[in-house]
Structures are given as C-alpha cells and as structure tokens.
Nanobody, 122 residues
Framework: VQLQASGGGLVQPRGSLRLSCAASGLTLDDYTVAWFRQAPGKEREGIACISSSGSGGDTYYADSVKGRFVISRDNTKSAVYLQMNSLKPEDTAVYYC??????????????WGQGTQVTVSS
C-alpha cells in the first residue's frame, strides 16, 4: 500500500494551494482519509479528515484551519484533495495524507503518504 501526497510548494500569504492524495494498493473510497501537518519542532497535527464514501463522506476540521481549508473526494479518480485558502505563514509545514478505518484527527492511522512541503512566505 502506498499513499502519494502532492501539490505542495511556495505560496504567498493569503494565497491558495490544492493538495492531492492518491493511493495504490487500496481503494481510497473505502477509508477515512485525513490530512496532517508537521512544522519544525512541533507535533504532527491532524487538520482535516473525510469519512469513507460508504459512511457519507463527513468532514471534520481542526479549529486552526476551519473556514479556510476544504477536504473533498473525487471518487472517479480515487483521490482526496485539500483545498487551502487564505494561507498564513503559520501554515508552513510538511503535509501528509493518511488513511484508516476510523474517523479521527488523532494520528492513529495505518497508512501514510510521504509528505509534501508547503511554505507560506512573501
């Protein structure tokens, strides 16, 4: 099983980025998928998750990103996205996607992607 996170980069404050998560070896639609991030010297933080398609695709967000980030699925492509708007310098981190059966923002996920760097700076 492999998860692949992509779409990171350098963006100016108040800008937008969209991260993508794709998987091989499992059907992403059958899993809760979450996005985590980890900044230097900080713990890994769960920021958004979406339940499996069969469970309704419910979404949950950490307070730090609520109203700015949107997690979504494209079942035709078996992909999960994180649309990040109104980015702030404090959003700078390595972003990871992860998949599991349970719905949680805690890092108790079985499958992890390799991470993609997001840097918000002018």
């Amino acid at each position: 099983v492999q998860l692949q996170a992509s779409g990171g980069g350098l963006v100016q404050p108040r800008g937008s980025l969209r991260l993508s998560c794709a998987a091989s070896g499992l059907t992403l639609d059958d899993y809760t998928v979450a996005w985590f991030r980890q900044a230097p010297g900080k713990e890994r933080e769960g920021i958004a998750c979406i339940s499996s398609s069969g469970s309704g695709g419910d979404t949950y967000y950490a307070d730090s990103v609520k109203g700015r980030f949107v997690i979504s699925r494209d079942n035709t492509k078996s992909a999960v996205y994180l649309q990040m708007n109104s980015l702030k310098p404090e959003d700078t981190a390595v972003y990871y996607c992860a998949a599991a059966r349970q719905l949680t923002l805690l890092p108790d996920y079985k499958y992890w992607g390799q991470g993609t760097q997001v840097t918000v700076s002018s």
